[in-house]
């Protein structure tokens, strides 16, 4: 098997063994480049289907190419969308910088969307290449009555083997892209013709690297107007995927602290 | 290789282990600054949050992300960041040495295909040094790299670096480890991690990255027999699609499965895809596929699929080595879930063989497992075990233990020696003479006259007694005793009720052979327990006479032939049947003889005349006289 097969069998087994395992079970859509591909990764699961309800965590910030792209590709791969609005930014804790707060709003959004449709798992795009506290998260992750992560003291996982018995109250996220890099994504998305949204790729010298909201999310320059000109640009380069994001770079810990309450 | 033609390899999963503090996030930090593979600005960024701690500058810091790590300086979990050489992309795995995160070290190295062990220079082989080299043995890890590092606080030195050297080597041997380099490296300045140290002119081998660039990727299980695990059925059509994964060997279109346990077969009707333009006819090791039967044979998750040659074990008994993580002991008795792939069955700790020490690598007797520890054991389950020994299949051959919701532990599974018959598939071969001709020809019956009483009570003065007039009458006839039995047969068990239970049913398993050959066998063990008399006498079963040697137990004391109840009373004999363990009288034994009452001549004659009765010919059913 080629590498590419490798890490793609690896997400199938991951998410079949989240949908066997866990009762009420949803995929988290961003709309990004990595999560295009967990799309694809579950048709490729389930022969064709997603046979989970997707959801789109909507601050109504995104740019209007992610929503044309969300509402063409959600009636075209048949998938069960939920797009409810995500609490507003008053509700979010208000010691936190600003656009680390502005991004909390998602966090509020899975757990207005565990409580509203009694998820016990969330899959989630992440990958451990991103950010360097994403580096240690579990495939299968337990998250406390509050969806808080206690990074302290995560339970062991090998061999393939997920935790996935928990005590009632708690949810679980599964991570089916944890094992890839951001050049991975590129090279699958290529291989396997999965559409992603145009703000990815270059135009008057500028394109969208890792894929946010408006305003906290910012363009670096590129002249990559192809998947192969972006995958070459990633491997000449070494400037870390998530610099445009203004979230990471507030504060030492303004990304910790976001993930231990609950963010992806 | 181009930087992009790097980047279209498989990433080699390495872990980096050892000691708490003994540098292992540091050497990470510092190769992938000399291999210039760190973000842009991540060395500034680092900078500023060491000058904010008041550190030096903290290479750590790379991989330890959290404010707990950072603040206090030890990694907390287990993390992963991709690097390449100019030879291939590597997935480096970084392992907290501290052994409060045990679990988290094996989170990490269990899925690492080689291993770079780090040691402080100063301090040596140190605790979690040989700890993580013993669980990486178990994990299957056995490609490993030793670092010597601080080698600047040693005044890289060449004879400190020998003495380490050779410890390490001493210890890696002991598990069967060859270290493929032993390097002396300083993780903090540089020196031997991507390029040779000036400070160490005396070492004429590898870098740490050489080293990396010298390991072999782990190959897949192609050529094993079949093992395809199910992991779900899927009925989303009018097709029944059963979804696994292919962990060893191959399988195609048209060929029969046999699914374990149970043993149904059917043939593969179909590989079934989406998105792909030819129809997919065969797949192997690493797949996880979707296929569809041509019969409607029972299947479920679990079940292990073969072709019909070298089809996995199926017994009711495992032996496993164990490393053990529960934060509670794990104790004979305990009942557990083990999973061994998809598959998932309630087991038993029925025995705990040898606790070993992974420190000196010593074994000791015990009834349990402490957190962190590692031992023999075995477990039973009520349904049969589908398993492959982990030396011939480790897909098949490894199995994590589930207790309250968690992985507690991981183990390797092989075949228990106390398997039943009809566990390892026996079928009892018949004599060519058969055990009327033998009787005949003896002149006497083959029997297992089993004497149980306290310590004291006789057991062993009647058994020699009744031995030799038996002998002199012209009688085969053997005794077992425990004093014989335990020197040698049972020289490796103590006196726990689990040992007790495996003495008495080796020694009736003995017996009964013996008696089989026509033999008269007395026995003289306290046997205490009434369910492993009962054990006895289902093992023999015709033939089988239970002797009571009635004796008080304040009779016994007073005897005390051994002098065992006077170190029992002063406390020097654990678990001594009577003091501080239960004796169960029999219920309804087959004979009782009172040597409180009676004289040891009176008593021998009794059981002499009931012994031949009951082994004359033909007088095998005759009543108690």
């Known amino acids: 098997m080629k590498d590419l097969d490798i890490l793609e069998m690896r997400s199938v087994y991951i998410l079949r063994e989240a949908f066997r395992t866990i009762p009420r079970l949803a995929m988290l859509w961003s709309i990004g480049k990595d999560s295009n591909v967990m799309i694809w990764l579950a048709k490729k699961a389930f022969l064709g289907r997603v046979p989970f309800p997707v959801v789109h965590l909507d601050t109504g910030k995104e740019f209007p190419e992610t929503y044309a792209f969300r509402d063409r590709y959600a009636a075209e791969w048949d998938l069960d969308l939920i797009a409810d609005a995500c609490p507003p930014i008053e509700e979010v804790d208000a010691t936190l910088p600003p656009a680390t707060r502005f991004a909390a709003r998602k966090t509020l959004g899975v757990k207005q969307a565990v409580a509203r449709y009694g998820f016990d798992g969330i899959i989630a795009g992440i990958r451990r290449d991103e950010q360097s506290t994403r580096a240690k998260e579990r495939v299968f992750s337990p998250r406390g009555e509050t969806g808080q992560w206690d990074f302290r003291d995560q339970p062991p996982e090998f061999w393939d083997h997920y935790n996935v018995e928990f005590p009632p109250g708690t949810h679980l996220r599964v991570h089916p892209l944890l094992h890839w890099t951001e050049v991975d994504i590129w090279r699958y998305t290529q291989r396997e013709n999965i559409p992603t949204v145009p703000l990815y790729f270059a135009r008057d010298g500028k394109r969208y690297r890792s894929l946010g909201e408006e305003g906290i999310t910012f363009p670096i320059d590129s002249e990559a107007t192809t998947i192969d000109a972006i995958i070459a640009e990633l491997s000449a380069s070494r400037a870390p995927e998530r610099a445009g994001r203004a979230m990471d770079h507030e504060a030492e810990d303004s990304f910790e602290r976001l993930r231990v309450e609950g963010y992806m | ?625």
């Open chain 2, 1 to 625: 290789m181009t930087a992009e033609a790097i980047d279209q390899t498989r990433p080699l999963p390495i872990v980096i282990v050892g000691h708490v503090d003994h540098g292992k996030s540091t050497l990470i930090g510092r190769l992938l600054h000399e291999t210039d593979s760190l973000p842009d600005g991540k060395v500034e960024q680092i900078k500023a949050d060491s000058d904010r701690r008041g550190m030096p500058f903290e290479w750590s810091f790379v991989m330890d992300a959290l404010q707990v790590e950072r603040d206090q300086g030890i990694t907390v979990d287990s993390s992963q960041i991709w690097f390449s050489t100019t030879a291939r992309r590597y997935v480096i795995i970084d392992a907290p040495g501290h052994k409060e995160f045990l679990k988290n070290m094996i989170t990490g190295a269990a899925s690492a295909e080689a291993a770079v062990l780090v040691i402080d220079a100063e301090e040596g082989v140190s605790e979690q040094t040989r700890r993580h080299a013993f669980l990486l043995n178990l994990l299957g890890v056995s490609q490993v790299a030793v670092a010597i590092n601080k080698m600047d606080l040693v005044n890289n030195g060449e004879s400190r670096f020998e003495e380490v050297s050779i410890a390490i080597r001493d210890f890696l041997g002991g598990i069967g480890i060859e270290p493929s380099a032993v390097i002396p490296v300083s993780a903090r300045h540089g020196g031997n991690i991507a390029a040779p140290g000036a400070q160490t002119p005396w070492y004429a081998g590898p870098t740490v990255a050489e080293a990396l660039d010298a390991f072999v990727p782990r190959a897949a299980s192609f050529d094993r027999p079949l093992r395809f695990l199910v992991q779900d059925l899927y009925k989303f059509d009018e097709r029944r699609l059963i979804a696994g994964r292919v962990e060893c060997g191959r399988l195609k279109v048209g060929d029969t499965l046999r699914f374990a346990p149970g043993g149904a077969s059917a043939r593969i009707a179909s590989i079934e895809t989406w998105n792909r333009d030819t129809p997919q006819i065969s797949a192997a090791a690493g797949q996880s596929i979707a296929i569809t039967l041509d019969d409607d044979i029972f299947v479920e998750r679990g079940h292990v699929a073969t072709l019909r040659d070298a089809p996995p074990r199926e017994t009711h008994a495992v032996a496993a080595r164990l490393f053990w993580l529960g934060r509670t002991p794990l104790a004979v008795g305990d009942q557990l879930k083990l999973k061994i792939g998809t598959s998932e069955y309630t087991v038993v700790l029925e025995s705990v063989q040898r606790v070993i020490d992974s420190q000196d690598l010593h074994h000791t007797e015990g009834s349990q497992v402490e957190r962190n520890g590692f031992a023999d054991v075995t477990f039973r389950s009520r349904s049969k075990i589908a398993f492959d020994p982990f030396a011939e299949n480790p897909a098949t051959g490894r199995a994590v233990l589930v207790r309250d919701y968690q992985i507690v532990g991981g183990c390797l599974l092989e075949e228990t020696h106390t398997v039943t018959a009809e566990d390892r598939n026996l079928t009892a071969v018949s004599h060519a003479v058969g055990r009327d001709e033998r009787t005949r020809a003896n002149g006497h019956d083959g029997a297992v006259i089993w004497l149980t009483g306290l310590s004291g009570a006789g057991k062993s003065t009647l058994a020699m007694a009744l031995e030799r007039q038996l002998f002199d009458r012209g009688h085969l006839v053997y005794v077992l005793d425990g004093d014989n039995v335990r020197g040698g047969l049972n020289g490796d068990l103590g006196f726990s009720a689990e040992d007790r239970a495996e003495n008495i049913r080796r020694v009736a398993e003995a017996a009964k052979l013996f008696a089989d050959a026509g033999l008269v066998v007395v026995t003289a063990f306290i046997s205490p327990y009434r369910t492993d008399r009962r054990l006895a006498r289902e093992i023999v079963g015709e033939g089988f006479h239970e002797v009571f040697v009635k004796a008080d137990l304040s009779v016994c004391e007073e005897r005390d032939p051994k002098g065992l109840y006077t170190k029992a009373r002063a406390g020097h004999i654990p678990a001594f049947t009577g003091v501080s363990d239960p004796y169960e009288e029999p219920v309804e034994p087959d004979l009782v003889v009172d040597t409180v009452e009676r004289s040891a001549e009176a008593c021998t004659a009794d059981l002499l005349r009931f012994v031949e009765d009951r082994i004359k010919i033909s007088g095998r059913r005759a009543a108690v006289p």
